[in-house]
Each structure stands twice: as C-alpha cells, then as structure tokens.
Nanobody, 128 residues
Framework: QVQLAESGGGLVEAGTSLRLSCKVS????????VGWFRQAPGRGREFVGA????????FYGDSAKGRFTFSRDNWRNTVFLQMNSLTPDDTAVYYC?????????????????????WGQGTEVAVKS
C-alpha cells in the first residue's frame, strides 16, 4: 500500500514550464510503476507517461513526447514531471498513479486500469 501526493500545479502562460511532483509514501520497499494521467474538462483520462521505480524505463504518451520529461529522486521517493512549452491544450487535472512491480510494456503502463493507487490530482491551467 502506498499513498501518492501530487504538487506543483498552477496557472501559467502558454510557452512556459511547470514541474509537477508525485511524492510516494507508505510501503516503498517494493518496486512500482509510477504513471501520470491527465483529465481535461469534459474529456476522458489521457495517459501522459510513466516511469519504472528503477528509473530504467520511461514511457511517454503522444501529447508528452518532445516536451515532457520524467525523473525520480530516490532519496525523496518522488517522481517529477517536467513540462515545457505548455499550451492551452495541456490544461487539465494531472494525476499520478502507481502499481506494484515493473513493466517494460507500453500497452500495460498506458492502461489506467492497471494502476491500483491514485493521488488526488493537481490542477494545471495554461492561458494563451
């Protein structure tokens, strides 16, 4: 069992950057896949990307490729999502989620039903 807490959202202008954090607490003795999803108003949940606890494998959704980067801080059990060149289309609530183990399969890490633990979300609003 782990708990996830996102932070770092806010209101920014188009073209700027934000770094979101996902703090993982609880039973961190095991490996987890930590993923990021987002949900814009009136739209379904979208896969942003994921990273294995080892940091070896990183996966990016189509909207994130070339602009977003994942990293993790082992000491602080925190996963970071660096978002650059933001546009109004990036406006959404961003959630981090986790499931035990590791995966090197994009189809697995991109499926929201695989994730057992979810944070409360952090809101990102990008104005043009």
């Amino acid at each position: 069992q782990v708990q996830l807490a996102e932070s770092g959202g806010g209101l920014v202008e188009a073209g700027t950057s934000l770094r979101l954090s996902c703090k993982v607490s609880g039973n961190t003795a095991y490996s987890y896949v930590v993923g990021w999803f987002r949900q814009a108003p009136g739209r379904g949940r979208e896969f942003v990307g994921a990273i294995n606890w080892s940091g070896i494998s990183k996966f990016y959704g189509d909207s994130a490729k070339g602009r977003f980067t994942f990293s993790r801080d082992n000491w602080r059990n925190t996963v970071f999502l660096q978002m650059n060149s933001l546009t109004p289309d990036d406006t959404a609530v961003y959630y981090c989620a986790a499931f035990p183990g590791e995966s090197h399969d994009y189809d697995v890490v991109a499926a929201d039903y695989e994730y057992k633990f979810w944070g409360q979300g952090t809101e990102v609003a990008v104005k043009s």
